[in-house]
């Protein structure tokens, strides 16, 4: 099976960066996503990971440590829109395409 | 463009009453469908999957049933409600090939009482 960790919950401060790590132990890995979900609605992609390194999308970095299972989120800039839950989630080789994820990082940006 | 449609938003319901969430994918031809719960606070689980019409995979024991009658449309259904299938429902679809992730539907939230 997979299992897949990050933390809880984490608070910072508007105009402060945040790095949500997260990490997993699977078999047939094939690529680690972020979602981001404001309380009440649906999931929205923030960014794709398949191969080792670093993927910037304005404010936002991802990176990934295939051999170390690891991954982060980098928030820059934090802007009080900012405070969500951000969801982990990894796709293994397999029929449907499934992606498993982590319980989320609830993040509280404080002004 | 793709867009997915997921009804009704909220629904409140009786234990021990039926229950039928609807989803449907435009746009698209053949795609992978999800459906996955939330409960509060916590993380998503997945419930069903189907690669095609009339193909569903149950990846837990449960009080639900899902279906696909058509290509894009996706049913997720219960006979007989339970407390414990209050939650935050949500539908998904992807492509089946490549490096793609998951477009949600806005969820249905479902209190059983």
């Known amino acids: 099976g997979q299992n897949i960790d990050q933390p809880t919950e984490m608070t910072a401060t508007e105009g402060a960066i945040v790095?949500?790590?997260?990490?997993?132990?699977?078999?047939?890995?094939?690529?680690?996503?972020?979602?981001?979900?404001?309380?009440?609605?649906?999931?929205?992609?923030?960014?794709?990971?398949?191969?080792?390194?670093?993927?910037?999308?304005?404010?936002?970095?991802?990176?990934?440590?295939?051999?170390?299972?690891?991954?982060?989120?980098?928030?820059?800039?934090?802007?009080?829109?900012?405070?969500?839950?951000?969801?982990?989630?990894?796709?293994?080789?397999?029929?449907?395409?499934?992606?498993?994820?982590?319980?989320?990082?609830?993040?509280?940006?404080?002004? | 463009s793709q867009t997915i449609h997921q009804w009704p938003a909220t629904l409140v319901q009786p234990v021990g009453s039926p229950l039928s969430l609807e989803c449907t994918v435009e746009g698209t031809s053949n795609p992978n469908l999800y459906w996955y719960r939330q409960a509060a606070g916590r993380g998503l689980q997945l419930l069903?999957?189907?690669?095609?019409?009339?193909?569903?995979?149950?990846?837990?024991?449960?009080?639900?049933?899902?279906?696909?009658?058509?290509?894009?449309?996706?049913?997720?259904?219960?006979?007989?409600?339970?407390?414990?299938?209050s939650g935050f429902y949500l539908c998904a679809w992807s492509r089946d090939r490549g490096h793609y992730g998951y477009t949600f539907g806005s969820g249905t939230r479902l209190t059983v009482v």
């Open chain 1, 19 to 111: 790095q949500i790590n997260c990490t997993y132990q699977t078999s047939g890995f094939n690529g680690l996503f972020w979602y981001q979900q404001h309380a009440g609605e649906a999931p929205t992609f923030l960014s794709y990971n398949v191969l080792d390194g670093l993927e910037e999308k304005g404010r936002f970095s991802s990176f990934l440590s295939r051999s170390k299972g690891y991954s982060y989120l980098l928030l820059k800039e934090l802007q009080m829109k900012d405070s969500a839950s951000y969801l982990c989630a990894v796709k293994i080789k397999a029929a449907g395409n499934k992606l498993t994820f982590g319980g989320g990082t609830r993040v509280l940006v404080k002004p």
């Open chain 2, 48 to 85: 069903f999957y189907s690669v095609g019409i009339g193909q569903i995979s149950s990846e837990v024991p449960q009080n639900l049933s899902a279906s696909r009658p058509q290509d894009r449309q996706f049913i997720l259904s219960s006979k007989k409600l339970l407390l414990s299938d």
